[in-house]
């Protein structure tokens, strides 16, 4: 059985670990320790980081107090436990924090190792957690987690992102051209009225994205969690961080009137995917945040050729814009038998309704039945 180590900084993990070529922005070195030099994960926030480490790579794992920013959702498993006169949390958690992007669960985007998972089996159990969880598996990590032959086996989960793909459009006309009339003029429509307000776009990547630039996202983004009564999981340290270190896989869009900067939206994006993660606006603007997030990034991707953009979690209004209903997978364990045996039989249901969503989603796409 393969031997790891536990980090608690994941600075200290070995160069070796790290590939020349990182396999998604959130799995570089820079993103992860900027989250834990500047205070979003350890001491205070409820997500310890734990990290399995040997010579040749790394896997993120955090110690979780509770279960915000994780996007997969188990607030019913703990208030089952709470129930029982049992503690849910603390539970490990191996995925990037408050990132539901589908990726490798190592920094070298292998597979993990035979019999980790009778690895994180042995670690809950010798450090009291109530079990592991991995989360937004890529589709073979998926197959070889559902091949695992232990009596006590990963209960494999099932959602729904919507994602959208490029399918060798030479412009956003070009993509437009492939809806149905209707869609199409309600996409146009919206994109006129932005236009119509006064707003206007741009993109910035790379150097061209400056210390001031990353201070109006930031309270545009702050502004957004304002709104809803929430605070935010992440810090402005944290952003002009990545400026620093990692421009080159950002995009910034800001969008402005006469009166000046007014929202943002912030990405990432490698050789292949463009993924949308951050938006905050100062104003409330007619379909700004449908340009900015969507419009923008499916531009994005047709000039750069790249094949994908998953512009974050949830949103039904993503279906009309052109983004397709795919599948996201986790994996989890519980020490506890008879809450593994409970869980394992809710996520089948619920598999059964995901499918079934999957499907009518399927069904409102904008485009022609031959596209």
Known sequence: MTEFISLSDIESA???????????????????????????????????????????????????????????????????????????????????PFTPVPGPATSRGNELPDNFAAVLNEHCHSQQLSGWHLNFTTSALTEQLKQQQMPDCPHQRTGVQFHWFNRDYESFEHYLAHFVSRKRKNTLKERRSVSGQGYRCQRLTGTDIEAEHIHFFYQCYLNTYRERRSTPYLNEDFFQQLRQQMSDQMLLVICSNSEGPAAAALCFYDQTHLYGRYWGALVHADAL???????????????????????????????????????????????????????????????????????????????????
């Open 14 to 96: 070995p160069a070796g670990v790290w590939p020349n070529t990182p396999v998604t922005p959130f799995m570089r070195q820079t993103f992860l320790a900027a989250l834990e030099r500047n205070g979003c994960v350890g001491p205070g926030t409820g997500w310890t980081p734990s990290h399995f480490c040997n010579d040749d790579l790394l896997i993120p794992a955090y110690v979780k107090d509770h279960s915000y920013g994780e996007y997969v959702f188990d607030w019913s498993w703990a208030e089952a436990y709470a129930r029982y006169g049992m503690d849910y949390y603390p539970k490990l958690l191996l995925s990037v």
């Open 289 to 371: 945040h449908f340009e900015a997030c969507y419009y923008q990034g499916i531009e994005f991707c047709i000039e750069k050729g790249l094949k994908a953009f998953n512009p974050g979690t949830q949103g039904e209004h993503k279906i009309a814009r052109g983004f397709e209903p795919v599948l996201t997978h986790s994996f989890h364990w519980l020490a506890h038998p008879g809450f593994h045996q409970a869980v394992g039989d809710f996520v089948q249901e619920e598999r059964q309704h995901i499918l079934q969503y999957q499907q009518a989603a399927r069904a409102q796409l904008p485009f022609h039945r031959t596209s």
